[in-house]
Each structure stands twice: as C-alpha cells, then as structure tokens.
C-alpha cells in the first residue's frame, strides 16, 4: 500500500502551475494541440509539479492522468480554449463531496464513542468546512497545481478558499474512483498528518472545533433570524476579557474570563439558548 509523504514548501517559496502554464512558450500553440497532453508536458517537465502530482498519484497507472487534470481545471481556463475540449472539475466535485464527507463520518465515530449525535454532526460539520478543506489542499501543496485562466490567475484566485475546497473535493473524487477504500482511508489519514505537522495542531481536537461551531452556530441563527451578526463588544480587564454580546441592538449577555475567545464562546451559548426559547 502506498504511504503519502508530503513536502510542504513555505508560501513565500510557492510556485503555481497557472503561471507556468501561461508564460509557456508552447502556450501559443497550445490551442492547435490536445489541452490535456499540453499540461501534462508542463507538470512532467517541471520536478517541483511532477513531485506534488505524484503525491495524488499522478505517476501511479491505476489513476488517470487526464482525470487528475479535469480535478484541478477551472472552467475559466477551458472558456480560453473556446470548444472546452474536457470538463472542469465540477462533476468530480460532487462525487469527492460525498466521499470525504463519509470519511470523516466514520472517522469521528470511531474516534468519539462518547459523543451524541448532535455533537458529531457539529465536529463534521467544521471537519467538512470549505476553510478546513482549503487548509487542506494548501499543506498538501494542491492550491499550487490548480489550471486557471488569465483573468483567474491575475486575480490570484489559487489562494481562493473556496476554489481550494473544490479542487480538494474533486482529486479526492478521481481517486475514489480507482484506490480501493483501504487505501484511500490511508491517503486521506496522510492529507490530514500532513496538515497536523504543518500547523502543530490536532485535527481531530473536539473541544476547538466545539468551541468554533458554536459562534458559527450563532451566526447561522442571527443571519436567518435578523439578518445582521453578532456584535461581540469587548474590553481587557483585571479580572480579564470583559465581552458583552448584542444582537440587533438587544444586550444578550456578559461573560469575563481570560480566554477572550471562552468569554465569546459563552456569550454565544447563552444567546442561543435565550433564541431558541422565543
């Protein structure tokens, strides 16, 4: 079974594709020649794409090299070639959706035997995040892989959360169609050991993501509600972080601690009950 090792290259060191591929001298060509055999010339002749591509099994003959690069193409790139001569990453999107959504299911049941339903579905919920998944790609180096056009690339739109999800979604959707389920579990426990490492922290940590969810939570039900976020108001004391919480205009609690993040995380948590009760 293959183990995945990722290297991860500072941001300052970080090199896209996107560039590569439009300062490319062949690039005037490009559209006289098969699209997807033009990109695939640029990630084998360059030893830094070859490396992160093969981290996803690009060199690897069970997995399809043109269904790596649907993965990582955004339809503004194949708006450029006119005809779009293959699909973007969208349909593989649906599909990895699904799949690392399963995942982390089955991983947060297996690892959380005390915890409720209610509480596993609020973990899933931060694990599946499109910020957590563009964290993802980004220590796996995946954001430098993503095939863009002009305007996307001027616009920098490979450090793009959202797109970053999406690409994300989509390599894990081509591989799940051709690793067996072991082994991609095993890919997938190497992505998120990667990211550990990077950031020095636990991805699986309930009780930061609980701590997230529940400001998030708020959000949700103030947005739907009142249309306007939570105004946390907050000043440093002796005893610590003084935060008093508003909702469209209405005082819904004060909470002191030294954590001006508990503080926060405690306001919201009466608000929610208080809103749940009207």
Request: hydrophobic share 35%; aromatic share 10%.
């Amino acid at each position: 079974m293959k183990t995945t090792s990722f290297k991860h290259s500072e941001a300052t060191h970080r090199t896209f594709l996107s560039h590569c591929i439009f300062k490319s001298k062949e690039n005037l060509s490009a559209l006289n020649q098969n699209s997807k055999l033009f990109i695939e010339n640029i990630i084998e002749k360059d030893a830094t794409y070859k490396g992160i591509a093969n981290l996803f099994y690009w060199s690897d003959e069970r997995v399809l090299k043109g269904s790596l690069i649907e993965a990582w193409t955004h339809k503004s790139y194949l708006n450029e070639l006119g005809d779009h001569p293959y699909q973007s990453y969208e349909r593989w999107e649906f599909l990895g959706d699904s799949v690392f959504g399963n995942f982390i299911t089955e991983q947060l049941f297996a690892k959380f035997q005390s915890k409720n339903e209610g509480q596993l579905s609020k973990l899933k919920s931060q694990l599946v995040s499109g910020n957590m998944m563009s964290k993802l790609a980004v220590s796996s180096g995946l954001d430098q892989l993503i095939i863009l056009g002009k305007g996307e690339v001027k616009r920098e739109s490979f450090k793009n959360p959202a797109l970053l999800a999406d690409i994300f979604e989509a390599t894990i959707g081509v591989l799940s169609l051709r690793l067996p389920k072991d082994e991609l579990v095993c890919f997938l426990e190497g992505v998120i050991s990667t990211y550990e490492n990077i950031n020095s922290t636990n991805f699986y940590n309930a009780e930061s993501l609980l701590k997230k969810e529940v400001k998030g939570e708020l959000q949700e039900l103030t947005m739907r509600r009142f249309k306007t976020l939570p105004d946390y108001q907050s000043k440093e004391t002796k005893k610590g972080f003084e935060i008093n919480l508003y909702i469209d205009g209405k005082f819904y609690g004060q909470e002191v601690n030294q954590s001006k993040k508990m503080a926060q995380k405690l306001c919201a948590e009466k608000a929610i009950k208080e809103l749940n009760l009207n």
